[in-house]
């Protein structure tokens, strides 16, 4: 199966300052990223669609100016959590379709980035 | 909007007990997809279904789909331990590849 890696897996972080997590897709090109949210013992919240060479649309209630995306090539999408705060700790995940047929993709998810912020 | 439930939302039995976890979602859909998670993993890709009546079985578990009802199954059979997770279902639109998942299930399999 497609192969879908996030770096860093784990990231511990001061108040205040930002972190960047990387979303590659290593072995197919992928137009479209998702990243999504998991806070402990709840679902996964879709925070935004990344498309290749555009701006991503963000979910309701989810801050663009505080979770910048970039999906600056077909294998590689970064969110960046500017400014992080307790409150942003969390497990984020990120998903990346493959074109398969006309109009849906069959979607792989990476591994995971846990942040905490202290 | 869609939304989708999973029910029941924890769930503890016994090994070698049966048992069925139930997924409902509001809108039409072309795929429905079933995902485990471990504690502190990422998600892993049981099954994905793709039209109405579909059934999918890998060891002791085994999906299906239903469309006129907005309904899919993920069936365990024979429970053993390994199978403690969450258990999720995941819907998606027919209008893009955005997923929507269900609340999870957790499963505990019990000696």
């Known amino acids: 199966g497609a192969v879908v890696s996030q770096h860093p897996s784990w990231v511990i972080c001061k108040s205040g300052t930002s972190v960047k997590i990387e979303c590659r897709s290593l072995?197919?090109?992928?137009?479209?990223m998702f990243w999504y949210r998991q806070f402990p013992k709840q679902s996964l919240m879709l925070m935004a669609t990344?498309?290749?060479?555009?701006?991503?649309?963000?979910e309701q209630g989810v801050e663009k100016d505080k979770f910048l995306i970039n999906h600056a090539s077909l294998t590689l999408s970064t969110l960046t959590v500017t400014s992080a705060h307790p409150e942003d700790s969390s497990f984020y995940i990120c998903?990346?379709?493959?074109?398969?047929?006309?109009?849906?993709?069959?979607?792989?998810f990476g591994e995971g980035s846990r942040l905490t912020v202290l | 909007e869609l939304k989708v439930e999973q029910n029941p939302l924890f769930l503890s039995m016994q090994e070698g007990k049966n048992y069925t976890i139930y997924c409902n979602y509001s809108?039409?859909?072309?795929?429905l997809y079933w995902y485990r998670q471990d504690p502190g993993k990422s998600l892993e890709s049981l099954f994905v279904?793709?039209?109405?009546?579909a059934v999918k079985q890998e060891g002791r578990l085994m999906a299906s789909l239903d469309t006129k009802a907005r309904l899919s199954t993920l069936h365990i059979t024979a429970a053993v331990h390994d199978l403690s997770a969450t258990y999720f279902c995941?819907?998606?639109?027919?209008?893009?590849?955005?997923?929507?998942f269900g609340e999870g299930t957790q499963l505990t399999v019990n000696p």
């Open positions: 998903s990346a379709a493959r074109l398969v047929e006309m109009y849906a993709g069959e979607l792989f």
């Open positions: 072995d197919f090109q992928a137009t479209t």
């Open positions: 990344s498309n290749e060479g555009s701006k991503a649309t963000y």
């Open positions: 809108t039409t859909s072309d795929r």
């Open positions: 279904l793709l039209s109405n009546g």
């Open positions: 995941a819907v998606q639109e027919t209008s893009g590849s955005r997923l929507t």
